[in-house]
């Protein structure tokens, strides 16, 4: 008596939600090559951001296969110190000061 009642109700609540609202959001597939060969292939919503590497089944690193990206990120070559010195010093600037540098190096080492 109580199952049927619960199932009634189950099936009463379903009828009423239309799949129509059920829209799916489009789809596009991504393709990973793993270094071993294999590829796979994950459908994501076009909305989503798609991850550039994905691991394999086999355990290795399978890479986003490059026609699939769509906005290919510039990747930013992390600045050295080096880099940021150069910034504000040019080579000639910097000689000079190495040269300051180690004739004080030198001065202090001869007065020892
Ligand atoms: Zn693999």
């Not at 089944?57 to 986003?64: N, R, V």
């Not at 990120?73 to 540098?101: F, G, N, Q, S, V």
């Amino acid at each position: 008596m109580a199952d049927r009642a619960l199932r009634g109700m189950r099936l009463g609540t379903q009828s009423l939600e239309s799949t129509e609202h059920a829209e799916l959001a489009e789809r596009r597939d991504a393709h990973y090559d793993c270094p071993n060969g294999h590829v796979l292939t994950f459908p994501f919503s076009v909305e989503a951001e798609v991850p550039l590497s994905w691991e394999c089944h086999c355990g290795s690193l399978a890479l986003l296969r490059d026609g699939d990206r769509p906005e290919p990120k510039e990747e930013k070559a992390a600045r050295t110190h080096w880099d940021m010195l150069l910034e504000r010093r040019t080579i000639p600037e910097l000689e000079e000061l190495l040269e300051e540098r180690l004739e004080y190096l030198r001065s202090m080492r001869a007065s020892a």
